[in-house]
């Protein structure tokens, strides 16, 4: 008898990043005509390291 129901990852999408294991991040610049300009910078999920998902483990 097996009980093998355990197997397998348990992934929880990262609620940081929405599982998509980036950041958007909107920056507003001025340029030198004293305009603002709106720019969207991508940055690495810091929580999930860019996985998408928790770690295991992590609560
Ligand atoms: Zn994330």
Not at 17 to 35: A, K, M, P, Q, V
Request: charged content about 25%; glycine content about 8%; some cysteine.
């Amino acid at each position: 008898m097996s009980d093998d129901a355990t197997m397998g990852f348990k992934r929880t999408p990262c609620p940081d990043c929405h599982g998509t294991g980036e950041l958007r991040i909107d920056s507003e610049n001025i340029n030198e005509d004293f305009e603002v300009e709106k720019q969207v910078v991508i940055t690495e999920c810091p929580r999930c390291l860019g996985l998408a998902f928790l770690p295991q483990g992590a609560s």
